[in-house]
């Protein structure tokens, strides 16, 4: 076990369709970043964030957002979904720039 | 966009073999570190290796790193089949950390 918590499991929504992943870092954690992994684009870095600011970003879309809150929990928000937006989004934790604690990930599926 | 590229892309070996999979990157990194990934489970963090550092052992894992040639391997020596699993390098620098595509490594009985 990581430490890292993520919800929902499973996402089933339609295109158009906005939604949140929620994401619990493990205890002490102070850094959050969130992966979108899909079949044919690896896992691709989207946005990190430590202790409530944003630190990096990567290759988030417009539509998507994400905030971490002053517990650390982290959401990541994701609006006018496509079939495209399919994936395993995946939220990992960790002190800094040390080894990444994942989580297990939420599959999202857009119908 | 990536930052490490694993090679092979995919790799198949009999119980007891060992695995070696390679990992190239471009950019100044202050560490490289090795994951695995179950499918469809989270990645799991195996070994780091400084960018100082030339070579890591780890149980039957060994990593070596040469930032001449900005290239990784990891090698498994006597796998096993509950080695069978995706493995990612993934590269630090000052400003990010960077995933590969990882390498597919499965290990018959």
């Known amino acids: 076990d990581s430490g890292v918590t993520q919800t929902p499991k499973h996402l089933i929504t339609a295109t158009g369709q906005r939604v949140t992943l929620r994401c619990s870092p493990r205890?002490?954690?102070?850094?959050v970043y969130w992966y979108q992994q899909s079949l044919d684009q690896g896992l691709q870095f989207l946005i990190q964030y430590y202790n409530g600011e944003e630190r990096a970003k990567g290759n988030i879309l417009e539509r998507f957002s994400a905030q971490q809150f002053p517990d650390l929990h982290s959401e990541l928000n994701l609006s006018s979904l496509e079939l495209g937006d399919s994936a395993l989004y995946f939220c990992a934790s960790s002190v800094s720039n040390s080894p990444l604690h994942f989580g297990n990930g939420t599959r999202l599926t857009v119908t | 966009s990536q930052q490490g590229e694993e090679d092979p892309q995919a790799l198949s070996i009999q119980e007891g073999e060992n695995a070696t999979m390679n990992c190239s990157y471009k950019?100044?990194?202050?560490?490289l570190q090795w994951y695995r990934q179950n499918s469809g489970r989270g990645l799991v963090h195996l070994i780091l290796i400084r960018s100082n550092e030339r070579e890591k052992h780890s149980g039957r894992l060994r990593v070596t790193l040469d930032t001449s040639k900005k290239s990784s391997s990891l090698l498994i020596t006597a796998s096993r089949a509950a080695d069978t699993a995706s493995y990612f390098c993934?590269?630090?620098?000052?400003?990010?950390?960077?995933f590969g595509a990882g390498t597919r490594l499965t290990v018959k009985p």
């Open positions: 993934a590269t630090v620098s000052v400003l990010d950390m960077r």
């Open positions: 205890s002490g954690d102070l850094s």
């Open positions: 950019t100044s990194i202050n560490n």
